[in-house]
């Protein structure tokens, strides 16, 4: 395996020093490193990934020098457009570094590595969405003893080309690294577990709920299952991040069903534009709050410096609020309980981070959840045992 600490040298010894992004669990170690040891003002965990290009473009232009912008492969959908009509060298020629993660990687046999399903359409067109977009790449794993000459190589190529370079993360690739234990753990905060609990319990019989990517679907379907009831209720937006409360919006304007939304605030942050268009909706966001990447590494967000409840007033939420433990939450729950008469309102609900190790994930396909969420939501008969 490549150490986190050679491969961030190895950038830096080509003049790569600005990094942009947003964390991957595949580069989670790398991430983890860059936020240690990079300057502050040299390190942005962006929003989105296009937002990511969007800061690299400005840090070229401004500085002379290429940046480096580090994503999952499911964030190239994020970067085709300002790619395509900005850095593209038929635009502006804009040299920059893509590193991606290969989650759903296509193996030398031609074999796809197993993955959740999210990953395995991404996974199989990622080196043909590389080709198409016309941008050279080239594929690093924990063999690679060479990465540091695959690196100048694309340090020379982004540079002569004015043309961005893609590297390719294999699974396995980095060594481990997390990021130091900081001792500012807010003790009187409950977890995001806790959180899904208390909010399930106090739910009315007809709810439905559209819960974002990563962990908080995999906490709510498991509490499901301790509790011995159905799926039915859950949609589980396992890819597509950032995108829950959109569902839900529509969802809400098409159902008698109290709809609610469990999001994440890095979900939150990156497409926040949609609570411009969620006051037209009739249900409930929640946004667990623990200001961080959890699924990643713990990469800190911006959440944690601004104010979610009043960005909703202003985008035309009925009703919003933020929580920061068990009693407030559910004095905020049984105060919005008549939401679905007035309009959209939200929860901002401060909680710790983390989760349980042994955290397991949904052990239904993707279709079969969502073939029993359309009879419940039309009232058709349901059960996903």
């Known amino acids: 395996m490549i150490e986190p600490e050679d491969f961030f040298n190895a950038m ?3 003049e790569l020093d600005y990094y942009t992004g947003v964390p991957d669990s595949l580069l989670k170690s790398l991430c983890a490193y860059m936020t240690t040891y990079a300057p502050p003002e040299n390190h942005v965990i962006a929003a989105n990934e296009g937002g990511a290009v969007a800061l690299a473009i400005g840090y ?61 359409k991404q996974g199989r067109v990622t080196e043909a969405l590389l080709v ?11 063999h690679s003893t060479n990465y540091a000459e695959i690196i100048r190589e694309a340090a020379a190529e982004t540079t002569t080309t004015a043309q961005p370079v893609a590297l390719l993360i294999r699974k396995g690739t980095f060594n481990k690294y997390a990021l130091p234990r900081q001792n500012i753990t807010d003790h009187s905060l409950i977890s995001r577990e806790q959180a899904i609990e208390i909010i399930v319990g106090q739910m009315p019989e007809n709810a439905f709920i559209i819960a974002t990517t990563g ?39 098409n159902s008698d069903k109290n709809i609610y939304c ?3 605030d890095g979900a939150c942050l990156m497409h926040m534009g949609s609570m411009a268009l969620n006051r037209d909706g009739k249900f409930c966001h929640i946004v667990l709050n623990n200001g961080v990447h959890d699924s990643v590494g713990g990469q800190p967000t911006a959440a944690s410096n601004i104010d979610l409840a009043a960005i909703a007033t202003a985008c035309g939420y009925q009703r919003s609020i933020s929580v920061r433990c068990a ?13 679905h008469r007035e309009g959209s309102c939200l929860i901002d609900v401060q909680v710790a981070a983390g989760a349980r190790t042994d955290l397991g994930r949904p052990s239904l396909t993707s279709q079969q959840m969502k073939q029993a969420n359309m009879h419940y939501l039309r009232d058709i008969g349901h059960g996903t045992g």
Not at 79 to 90: E, M, R, T, V
Not at 238 to 251: F, K, N, R
């Open 12 to 14: 830096k010894s080509q």
């Open 60 to 120: 070229h232009l401004s500085t002379g020098k290429v940046p480096v912008v580090y994503m999952q492969n499911s964030g190239l959908g994020n970067i085709i457009n300002p790619i395509l009509s900005l850095a593209d060298n038929q635009v502006y020629g804009i040299p920059m570094i893509l590193v991606i993660g290969w989650r759903g990687e296509i193996l030398g046999d031609g074999s796809q590595l197993h993955d959740e399903p999210q990953h395995k």
């Open 132 to 142: 198409a977009m016309g941008l050279s790449y080239r594929i690093i794993d924990q």
């Open 215 to 253: 962990m908080a679907s995999r906490e709510l379907y498991e509490l499901r299952e301790a509790s011995g009831v159905g799926h039915e209720k859950d949609f589980l937006v396992v890819g597509g991040m950032g995108h829950a409360s959109q569902i839900a919006c529509e969802i809400s304007k």
């Open 262 to 264: 469990l999001d994440g």
């Open 327 to 339: 009693a407030e939450l559910r004095e905020a729950f049984k105060s919005m309980a008549d939401f």
